[in-house]
């Protein structure tokens, strides 16, 4: 009868050892389920990051086309973002943007426009988000402006 007890004793006891290693093995796994999630929301955040400076430079592109396409005597900056996608000042239709993009860090189609000192025209762009950026630094030279900037916002695409 000793015997029979020692058994169940022992059964009792290597049942609770494995009941505590997958408690363990699952807390391991919820720990790297997480991880995993912050490293692709990272990534996610970085990729639209850098769509957001290529959006800015073709913004930026668009605006000094148009205002390189302006006829003496007129306006040189846009009244609307739709004038960049079809300019009808001459008789040939100019497109100087293919399309009007979202800001990639709101994922809305509205953006913060800057504009000329007589408030009649576009000269620039900037994201409406307040987010801290990833990047802070090694921009190339016609951005060194956004180094060490506190927000999205404060990356201002205008022309030169």
Do not use: C
Not at 120 to 128: D, E, F, L, T, W
Request: net charge positive.
């Amino acid at each position: 009868m000793n015997n029979h007890r020692s058994n169940y004793l022992f059964r009792y006891r290597s049942g609770g050892l494995t009941y505590l290693s997958l408690l363990l093995v699952l807390a391991l796994l919820s720990l790297a389920a997480m991880a995993t999630l912050q490293l692709a929301s990272f990534a996610q955040r970085r990729a639209a990051e850098e769509e957001l400076l290529f959006i800015g430079q073709e913004f930026q592109r668009a605006l000094l086309s148009y205002a390189n396409a302006t006829p003496p005597g007129v306006s040189r900056a846009p009244p609307s973002l739709d004038e960049l996608l079809r300019d009808n000042r001459t008789p040939a239709v100019r497109r100087h943007l293919r399309k009007l993009y979202i800001d990639p860090i709101r994922l809305k189609p509205d953006w913060g426009l800057i504009t000329s000192p007589d408030g009649k025209g576009i000269v620039g762009i900037h994201s409406k988000s307040d987010r801290e950026p990833i990047k802070i630094a090694q921009f190339p030279v016609s951005m060194s402006d956004f180094e060490n900037k506190k927000s999205y916002e404060d990356w201002v695409f205008k022309m030169p």
